[in-house]
């Protein structure tokens, strides 16, 4: 029985109908990233209402990325290709969507800062996980970069931010993912530097002894 997130669960049986039908990982990551940009453009203009599609379009956008990967698992469809193409679009739509949050709160009491605290957070993400990619790739994708616990993955937070979004409190949210962003940043590249000497120190042992 495969296991996996409380949300991977809840994906399997909405994509199992696609199994067979032409429909691929691919097709719904590519709606992954379109709903992800959309969810980001409708936060730009800082407006409530807008806002309010951005939260929903953000949830859709989350799920999808769980379902595409079940997807991926139930049909025998997974590909290295597809786990790429996966990757670079959660390493766009992620970063953009905080962005996009900054630049949709430049009106607030944090004023221009906003806008900055959401570059500081976009950048953040997108070295985080670029980082985790390097450092799953080095351990030839046997260990995540971040486990999660209790039935749920650190990536699940993701379909907090809809919520949040609704219920105006996306200003407490800049400021904490700026915060919290940069230092998982921070510590996944610590990680990875640390993987690559031992790594490097492996290497050089084995050749000695060779």
Same mark, same amino acid.
């Given at each position: ?21 032409? +429909? ?10 379109? #709903?992800?940009?959309?969810? %980001? ?24 990325? =769980? ?5 991926? =698992?139930?049909?025998?469809? %997974? ?16 970063? +953009? ?36 990619? +390097? ?61 690559? %000497?031992?790594?490097?120190?492996? #290497? ?7």
């Amino acid at each position: 029985m495969m296991g996996g997130s409380w949300t991977h669960r809840l994906a399997r049986p909405l994509v199992r109908p696609l199994v067979g039908t032409g +429909v691929t990982p691919n097709h719904i990551t590519t709606l992954r990233l379109i #709903t992800g940009l959309m969810a %980001a453009a409708a936060l730009l203009p800082g407006d409530s209402e807008w806002t309010w599609w951005g939260g929903w379009l953000w949830l859709l956008s989350a799920f999808l990325d =769980r379902a595409d990967g079940e997807l991926a =698992r139930i049909g025998n469809m %997974a590909t290295p290709e597809g786990r790429a193409w996966d990757c670079l679009v959660d390493n766009i739509v992620n970063p +953009v969507f905080f962005v996009a949050i900054g630049v949709g709160l430049r009106n607030s009491s944090l004023g221009d800062w906003a806008i900055v605290l959401g570059l500081i957070a976009g950048v953040s993400l997108f070295l985080c996980g670029h980082w985790s990619e +390097v450092l799953e790739q080095r351990q030839n994708l046997t260990v995540k970069a971040y486990s999660g616990a209790f039935g749920f993955d650190i990536d699940d937070l993701l379909y907090l931010f809809a919520p949040l979004a609704w219920l105006n409190w996306l200003l407490p949210i800049l400021v904490g993912a700026a915060i919290g962003a940069t230092l998982m940043a921070l510590l996944t590249g610590w990680r990875l530097r640390r993987l690559i %000497a031992v790594q490097a120190l492996q #290497t050089g042992e084995a050749g000695d002894a060779a």
